[in-house]
């Protein structure tokens, strides 16, 4: 593959900018690719801090397994120094600064080449969906949509009783719709979310592609483990308000059971965010860059959110490492969990207390629910199952937009 940086220092950033005199048979290979997804996020991919990074950088390696030519793009523009030349060196073409100054001309030289462009997150669509269909006729056009923001910000809305966040969640939601109706194939993470898609607006080509991950395992047993442990990025509000309302309404009921049970939250961008929560008994670890000894070291994982959309990335990762969860119903929805069987579900803060306890101290509780989040994982989230999933997407895609003219 060619040298991404070299690339563009020597031909300017455009696919067709150099004629070839012969003497350069990298670049004569990437000519012969016939298959090339631009994929646009919002930022450059961080998959050790935050889920929906983790779950597109996995989904670039699909797309690469089945033959595409991965060029990705930051709306930013940055490359984030190491996490770019991550994706680079697993032969991921990336567009960055100086050698693209704009997105918007570097795809109007470029677009004709690609088959596929998925646009990632509502606002990034928002941004790029009429000029990617002016300048990749070509191309299928995919809006995964990571998790429906209308939804998260309705559930948040309710919570806190916000009149202006229930204006903010109608708005986001024309928004979301009148994308969705413009693009190829449109892409959610839970089965939830597709069927409420579908029941207001049943036209619509609605998919499933949810959080994908390798499974682990466990590396060290019940007997060795101890304390309960939160893990999400802090720049998501739905975590901001989950370990709050945990800490306030349901650690204190916790420890008058078990008072030697600590609570360590790791997380990135935690900043002054959780100072309210800096009480004894609770750590605040903030970003980790290996989680292995997090996962191998905690006997139990949390998950108390009170709202949000999507699917959980904490609950999937933690089910990687057979640590067995508690959690609310948000967070357990769209996950083909079964509450006692895979995960435990709690409603009430006596009624989460109450069953963190019972799995922390009863060990068959805690064995029955770290097999039951394999088989989970293995069966809903594994790279098999989403490679299958986009594969389905691709092949339902119309002709071209010429031909569809």
């Given at each position: 593959?060619?040298?991404?940086?070299?690339?563009?220092?020597?031909?300017?950033?455009?696919l067709?900018?150099?004629?070839?005199n012969?003497?350069?048979?990298?670049?004569?290979?990437?000519r012969?690719?016939?298959?090339r997804?631009l994929?646009?996020d919002?930022?450059?991919?961080?998959p050790?801090?935050?889920?929906?990074?983790?779950?597109?950088?996995?989904m670039l390696?699909?797309?690469?397994?089945?033959g595409?030519?991965?060029?990705?793009?930051?709306?930013?523009?940055?490359?984030?120094?190491?996490?770019?030349?991550?994706?680079q060196?697993?032969g991921?073409?990336?567009?960055?600064?100086?050698?693209?100054?704009?997105?918007?001309?570097?795809?109007?030289?470029?677009?004709?080449?690609?088959s596929?462009?998925?646009?990632?997150?509502?606002?990034v669509a928002?941004?790029?969906?009429?000029?990617?269909?002016?300048c990749c006729?070509?191309?299928?056009?995919?809006?995964?949509?990571?998790?429906?923001?209308?939804?998260?910000?309705?559930?948040?809305?309710?919570?806190?009783?916000?009149?202006?966040?229930?204006?903010?969640a109608?708005?986001?939601k024309?928004?979301?719709?009148?994308?969705?109706?413009?693009?190829?194939?449109?892409?959610?993470v839970?089965?939830?979310?597709q069927?409420a898609?579908?029941?207001?607006?049943?036209?619509l080509?609605?998919?499933?592609?949810?959080?994908?991950?390798?499974?682990?395992?466990?590396?060290s047993?019940?007997?060795?483990?101890?304390?309960?442990?939160?893990?999400?990025?802090f720049?998501?509000?739905?975590?901001?308000?989950?370990?709050?309302?945990?800490?306030?309404?349901?650690?204190?009921?916790?420890?008058?059971?078990m008072?030697?049970?600590?609570?360590?939250?790791?997380?990135?961008n935690l900043?002054?965010?959780?100072?309210d929560?800096?009480?004894?008994?609770?750590?605040?670890?903030?970003?980790?860059?290996?989680?292995?000894?997090?996962?191998?070291?905690?006997?139990?994982?949390?998950a108390?959110?009170?709202?949000?959309?999507?699917?959980k990335?904490?609950v999937?990762?933690?089910?990687c490492?057979?640590?067995?969860?508690?959690?609310?119903p948000?967070?357990?929805?769209?996950?083909?969990?079964?509450?006692?069987?895979?995960?435990?579900?709690?409603?009430?803060?006596?009624?989460?207390?109450?069953?963190?306890v019972?799995?922390?101290?009863?060990r068959?509780i805690?064995?029955?629910?770290?097999?039951?989040?394999?088989?989970?994982?293995?069966?809903?989230?594994s790279?098999?199952?989403?490679?299958?999933?986009?594969?389905?997407?691709i092949?339902?895609?119309?002709?071209?937009?010429?031909?569809?003219?």
């Amino acid at each position: 593959l060619i040298n991404q940086t070299k690339f563009y220092e020597r031909w300017g950033g455009g696919l067709d900018s150099h004629r070839s005199n012969g003497l350069e048979p990298e670049l004569e290979k990437e000519r012969s690719v016939s298959k090339r997804i631009l994929v646009v996020d919002a930022c450059m991919l961080t998959p050790d801090r935050d889920s929906g990074s983790y779950r597109m950088s996995q989904m670039l390696k699909i797309f690469q397994s089945l033959g595409y030519k991965v060029t990705f793009a930051p709306v930013n523009l940055d490359l984030f120094d190491q996490y770019g030349r991550d994706l680079q060196k697993s032969g991921v073409e990336v567009l960055y600064t100086p050698y693209v100054i704009s997105l918007s001309d570097w795809i109007k030289d470029n677009g004709s080449h690609f088959s596929i462009v998925l646009l990632s997150r509502a606002d990034v669509a928002d941004m790029f969906m009429d000029h990617v269909f002016q300048c990749c006729p070509e191309a299928q056009v995919i809006f995964d949509t990571v998790d429906l923001h209308y939804l998260r910000e309705e559930r948040q809305a309710k919570i806190e009783g916000s009149r202006l966040l229930e204006a903010s969640a109608r708005s986001r939601k024309k928004q979301e719709i009148a994308l969705m109706e413009q693009a190829d194939s449109v892409l959610v993470v839970s089965p939830v979310e597709q069927a409420a898609i579908i029941a207001e607006y049943p036209y619509l080509p609605i998919d499933v592609v949810s959080n994908i991950h390798e499974i682990y395992g466990q590396s060290s047993s019940y007997d060795n483990r101890c304390d309960i442990l939160f893990i999400g990025s802090f720049n998501h509000p739905p975590n901001v308000d989950g370990i709050r309302y945990f800490v306030r309404e349901v650690f204190p009921l916790v420890r008058a059971e078990m008072p030697e049970v600590n609570l360590v939250v790791v997380g990135s961008n935690l900043g002054d965010k959780l100072d309210d929560c800096d009480l004894d008994g609770v750590t605040l670890r903030g970003y980790v860059p290996d989680l292995t000894e997090c996962f191998s070291g905690a006997r139990l994982s949390i998950a108390p959110l009170r709202y949000g959309a999507g699917v959980k990335g904490k609950v999937n990762m933690s089910m990687c490492y057979g640590l067995p969860v508690v959690g609310t119903p948000v967070a357990a929805e769209g996950m083909w969990l079964e509450d006692g069987r895979d995960i435990l579900i709690a409603e009430s803060s006596e009624e989460y207390a109450q069953k963190i306890v019972q799995v922390y101290t009863d060990r068959e509780i805690w064995c029955r629910l770290s097999e039951g989040g394999y088989r989970n994982i293995h069966a809903h989230f594994s790279i098999e199952a989403a490679s299958s999933a986009i594969q389905r997407v691709i092949r339902s895609a119309p002709e071209t937009h010429q031909s569809m003219a």
